[in-house]
C-alpha cells in the first residue's frame, strides 16, 4: 500500500499552547503531534486570516521532521491548500534542507518533493502593523553574542529570542542584560523511537529554517517587527557535490535560504515583519575577532552543539572532539593567547593527535568539508597562519602538522586577511 503524508491539522489554545497533528498511512497508520507552548500572549488579537497563515506554515516546516522517517512520495495538506507558488517554495526548502540527510542516506531527491498546490487559491499578505523593535533570535554562542553587543552599541531596542530553555543561554541573556522571550519547542517523544526502527531514515533537518518561522510567529504575537538571525557569510559554502547539487548543511543558515524567506513572508504571509541576518556580511574568522573583544563571555559561551541534543546532552560546555569545537578553538587561537584559549575549553586541542585528521578536513586538505557549522577551508589556514605567528603553540602536534602540510603552499596571506578580516557596513 502507498505511504502518504499528510499534514492533518493544527490547534490553539487558551494556555498558549499550539499543537501540529501529522498521519503517516500506509501498512499502519501512524500519528505525530509537535507542541509549542509560548510564556503569554493572546492569539486571538491576531486577525484570523493572519494566524491561519502563520500556524499552517508552522505545520509544514515541523513536517519535515516527521516526512523524513520514510520519504512518501505522496503529500496531502488537509484543510489547507498552497499555490503553486507556494508550493515550489516548500519543494525548495525540503529539497535543499534536507541535502545532508538525502546524501548520508543515499537517497535519490530529484522529484521526490512535490507539494501539493491548488490554482486560484487566495495567498495575500495580511497587513498587521508591528513596533519597530527586534527579536535577536539567541543559541548561546559567539555570533548571537556579537550580534546582542553590536544591537547595544547601536542603541538599538531588542530582545532574546530562546527556543526551548538551556542554562547557557541563560547566562548569556543574563550578561547581555535584556528582555527574553522563550518558546518551548516539544517534539513528539514518538519520533525519537521511529529513528531507531528498521526501514526508517534519520538525519539532518534544516533548524535554522524551524527556528526562523517560529520567530515569525513570536514577532507577531509580540509586537516586533524585526527578526534578527547571526548568521554569516560562511553559511553560503557547502560541504559536497551530490546528484548534481551543491549539498550544503548550513543551507536554512546561507543567504539563498534568507532571501526565500524573506520574498515568502512578504508575498503570502505579512509585509510587516522582516527577517535577517546581522552579520551576513562577515566570516566566522572575522566574527571570532570581534568576539575576542568581549571576555566577559568566555566562560559561558559555547557553539558546541553537543549542547543542544534533546536526548544525552552534553555535561560540559564543550566535548573537545567534535569540528565545531575543533573549529572554534581555532579560530579564537588567532586572538587569544594560549592560557585564555585553554581556560575556555578546558583543554588543549592542539595537543590531541586524535583530532589530526579533523583539522585536515577542516583545512581541506583531506575527504570533505565537516557536515557541520564551521567556516570555509580559507578561514581555517588563515586562523592556523595567525596561531602560528604567535609561536605558542609551535610544539604541539596539529600545529606541526599544519607547519609540514599546509604553511608551505599559503599565498597571498595578505589578500586573505583583506576578504576574510575586512570591516563591513551592518544592515542596521
Same mark, same amino acid.
Given at each position: ?63 519535515? =521532521? ?33 541535502? +545532508? ?78 528582555? +527574553? ?48 538571525? =547571526? ?70 559561551? =559555547? ?99 599544519? +607547519? ?25
Amino acid at each position: 500500500m502507498e505511504q502518504v503524508f499528510v499534514f492533518d491539522d493544527y490547534e490553539f489554545l487558551q494556555n498558549g499552547e499550539v499543537t501540529f497533528r501529522y498521519i503517516i498511512s500506509g501498512v499502519e497508520e501512524i500519528v505525530f503531534t509537535e507542541k509549542l507552548t509560548f510564556p503569554h500572549g493572546d492569539f486571538t488579537l491576531i486577525p484570523e486570516p493572519l494566524r491561519h497563515r502563520l500556524l499552517m506554515n508552522l505545520h509544514l516546516i515541523f513536517g519535515i =521532521s516527521y516526512w523524513k522517517l520514510y520519504c512518501p512520495k505522496k503529500i496531502k495538506i488537509k484543510n489547507n491548500q498552497l499555490t503553486k507558488e507556494q508550493a515550489d517554495f516548500w519543494n525548495v526548502v525540503y529539497t535543499k534542507g534536507l541535502g +545532508e540527510f538525502f546524501y548520508r542516506n543515499n537517497i535519490n531527491f530529484k522529484g521526490l518533493i512535490e507539494f501539493p498546490y491548488t490554482n486560484g487559491t487566495n495567498a495575500e499578505p495580511v497587513v498587521f502593523e508591528r513596533q519597530n523593535r527586534s527579536l535577536l533570535m539567541l543559541g548561546g554562542g559567539k555570533d548571537s553574542i556579537v550580534a546582542g553587543e553590536l544591537l547595544k552599541e547601536k542603541k538599538k531596542e531588542f530582545s532574546a529570542f530562546v527556543v526551548n530553555d538551556y542554562s547557557l543561554q541563560k547566562e548569556v541573556v543574563q550578561l547581555l542584560n535584556v528582555g +527574553e522571550i522563550i518558546v518551548k519547542r516539544t517534539v513528539d517523544p514518538k519520533l525519537f523511537d521511529f529513528n531507531k526502527r528498521p526501514g526508517t531514515y534519520n538525519g539532518h533537518v534544516p533548524i535554522s529554517a524551524v527556528y526562523a518561522f517560529i520567530g515569525l510567529l513570536t514577532a507577531i504575537l509580540f509586537d516586533y517587527r524585526f527578526i534578527i538571525s =547571526s548568521n554569516e557569510a560562511s553559511a553560503n559554502y557547502g560541504n559536497v557535490e551530490y546528484l548534481g547539487e551543491r549539498i550544503n548543511h548550513q543551507w536554512s543558515k546561507s543567504e539563498e535560504f534568507e532571501k526565500l524567506f524573506q520574498n515568502y513572508v512578504k508575498t503570502y504571509i505579512t509585509p510587516d515583519v522582516f527577517y535577517f541576518s546581522l552579520l551576513r556580511h562577515y566570516y566566522e574568522i572575522k566574527i571570532a575577532q570581534l568576539f575576542s573583544q568581549y571576555p566577559k563571555y568566555f566562560p559561558v559561551f =559555547s557553539s558546541c552543539n553537543k549542547n543542544f541534543r534533546i536526548q544525552e546532552k552534553n555535561k560540559t560546555k564543550w566535548c573537545g572532539e567534535c569540528p565545531k569545537c575543533a573549529f572554534i578553538f581555532v579560530t579564537l587561537g588567532a586572538f587569544l593567547s594560549k592560557e585564555t584559549l585553554i581556560n575556555i575549553f578546558g583543554k588543549n586541542l592542539f595537543g590531541d593527535e586524535t583530532l589530526i585528521d579533523l583539522y585536515k578536513e577542516l583545512l581541506g586538505i583531506k575527504n570533505v568539508k565537516p557536515f557541520e557549522c564551521v567556516g570555509t577551508s580559507d578561514e581555517v589556514k588563515l586562523a592556523f597562519y595567525l596561531v602560528y605567528k604567535k609561536k605558542e603553540f609551535t610544539s604541539e602536534v596539529v600545529m606541526r602538522m599544519f +607547519e609540514k602540510e599546509v604553511l608551505p603552499n599559503m599565498k597571498n596571506i595578505d589578500q586573505l586577511k583583506k576578504d576574510l578580516l575586512s570591516d563591513k557596513n551592518l544592515p542596521l
